[in-house]
């Protein structure tokens, strides 16, 4: 036999396509050819695989060995490919039985002492794994990730001379079945902020919802302490989210850590951040802060700091939940349903409308300011409130306020009621379930008709407004959406003029 053929995965955004490694020993003078578009970690891999064979003590043949990783035009990258070309030299040369590589899938970068290290995407393939119905092997290190894909068959492994074990009968790899957990989340506490009553109100309706929210107010006011404890008040994520949001960050740079299963992310990126970073790019692209903040929070601080052709970007994926990436050669999808929370202040230097009264900063110097934030963009956020310095009264009084857990009870009850009768979240509502759904009494109607004269709100704004009254009278414990409801919500509207 001088051929043989070996099971793996590449990564193409969040899914893992099969790759068949074929491993071909041919006449000639003893060469080590790879081929199948293999970036240059892929190329490298012949160095580790020669000193990992040599190391452990298999004959690394001294013929013309070719390698083909199919499908051709499918791009490879990453040293995951190194123990299926390894177990491929091995089954080609005649010292291990191909028949055994049949039922296994592989994927692990080999050290050149034939020690098996990480690779990105665990979980990813262990998904596919599973599909196809194969036992996939791969680095220990690797292993509490990939088990969280129920129903694979994972056999993590610590060297090769462990797979080559299992292969020939030897020693089996044990299977690794993950432990069930509950996440353990420890957010920071609600009952920590001192004051400001009607931020911590619009972060209630913003959670109960699914709705982005805009916070602006001078420094100190407590906008960045709001908007880190706002994970700790949204509803838990379905199984099915988790796994989702497992598998995005499985892929990404950073890894996922079996430890956060059930976590909602929170991503709060740089203002110096590049489109790239934010939106997801690359030659082989990757997830950007939006799509790793799926089904969690993206909090933007400083606001208009951010470049504007960054935040342009954020325009499609606030409607869509999803941002594709087109490259000459291939186009990936990633899903990015976030919750956008950010905060900025009111002027460059900070202090307009402080009642200290120190602000400088002329009209024009502020509408430049704000005007840093495009309308289309400001007209996408469903929720804008002034957070202005706290009273010393409210800083003085000890003990502690409505902690998180209070807080969330509320929301978890808003949010089931939005389960049961819709199946999603208030924010999602689509023209015609608002049409449906959101039908108001003639008070509520007339004062909604007389909003869009006065603030001259935009169709867009008009269905949010419907939309965070919808979840305002879920909070309520109410059917209806009454005069009360519409009046709240319109006063998360009213700062629509300043940009």
Known sequence: MSLATVASRALAGIDAPEV???????????????VGLPDAEVREAKDRVRAALNHTHFEFPARRITVNLAPADLPKDSGRFDLPIALGILAASGQISPEALAAHEFAGELSLTGDLRSVRGALAMAL???????????????????????????????????VVAHLCGEAKLPRFDAPARAPECAYPDFCEVKGQPQAKRALEVAAAGGHSLLMIGPPGTGKSMLAARFPGILPPMSEAEALEVAAIHSVSASGFEAARWGERPYRAPHHSASGAAMVGGGQLP????????????????????????????????LESGRVSISRAARQSQFPARFQLVAAMNPCPCGLCGSPAGRCRCTPDRIARYRGRISGPLADRV????????????????????????????????????????????NAMLGTREIDR???????????????LARLLLSARAYHRVLRVARTIADLAGEAAIGAAHIAEAIQYRRLDASF
């Open 20 to 34: 068949a490694v074929e491993v071909h020993l041919g006449p000639g003078l003893p060469s080590f050819t790879i």
């Open 128 to 162: 596919r794994a599973r599909e196809a119905g194969r036992a996939f092997v791969l680095p220990a290190h690797n292993a509490p990730q990939a088990a969280l894909a129920k129903g694979a068959h994972i056999l993590p492994a610590r060297t090769l001379l462990e």
């Open 286 to 317: 990757r997830p950007g802060e939006i799509s790793l903040a799926h089904r969690g929070v993206l909090f933007l601080d400083e606001l208009p700091e951010f470049d504007r052709d960054v935040l342009e970007s954020l325009r499609e994926p």
């Open 382 to 425: 469903d929720i804008k409130l002034e957070v202005p310095a706290p009273r010393d009264s409210d800083l003085m009084t000890p003990g502690a306020t409505e902690s998180s857990g209070a807080i969330r009870q509320r929301v978890l009850s808003a949010h089931q009621r939005q389960l049961d009768r819709q199946g999603m979240p």
């Open 437 to 451: 759904l959101c039908a108001t009494d003639k008070e509520g109607d007339q004062l909604l008709r007389h909003a």
